[in-house]
């Protein structure tokens, strides 16, 4: 739908991105030569990084539980996110500490993501 909204005020390559990002925000990213949105002259890489981001944010906003508080910390090659969430629990724990979630932005910036779960409360000590 996009490719073919010729209504929207966007140049090619930027269609193909946006084409790009709203196709791939989940699932499997082929590589450059068998993507049917991007052409050769894209910034693929920079598109896949964009992407990895987009996963990420898309894992710690979830419509079914409490946004939680987040710090993030780069300590040599791991990306810690902490999430500070009012109440503790399991549904919590799994939906902010999915792996899959973060994986393509792992292999983009080439770091392991850490997620950890943990009360708001701890926060408010550390404040």
């Not at 739908?1 to 193909?16: C, F, V, W």
């Not at 944010?57 to 040599?76: C, I, K, N, Y």
């Not at 899959?100 to 792992?106: G, P, Q, S, V, Y």
């Amino acid at each position: 739908m996009i490719l073919e909204a010729e209504h929207l005020p966007l140049t090619s390559p930027e269609r193909r991105s946006l084409a790009y990002l709203t196709r791939r925000h989940r699932g499997k990213v082929p590589d450059q030569a068998s993507d049917k949105f991007l052409s050769q002259t894209d910034d693929h890489e920079s598109l896949k990084t964009i992407l990895a981001l987009l996963r990420a944010a898309d894992t710690l906003d979830s419509r079914s539980l409490e946004s939680p508080r987040l710090v993030f910390a780069l300590l040599g090659r791991e990306l810690r996110i902490t999430c500070y969430l009012d109440s503790d629990c399991l549904k919590a724990r799994k939906v902010y500490s999915r792996r899959k979630k973060f994986r393509l932005l792992e292999e983009q910036l080439d770091l392991r993501v850490e997620p950890r779960i943990c009360e708001a409360q701890a926060l408010q000590m550390v404040a």
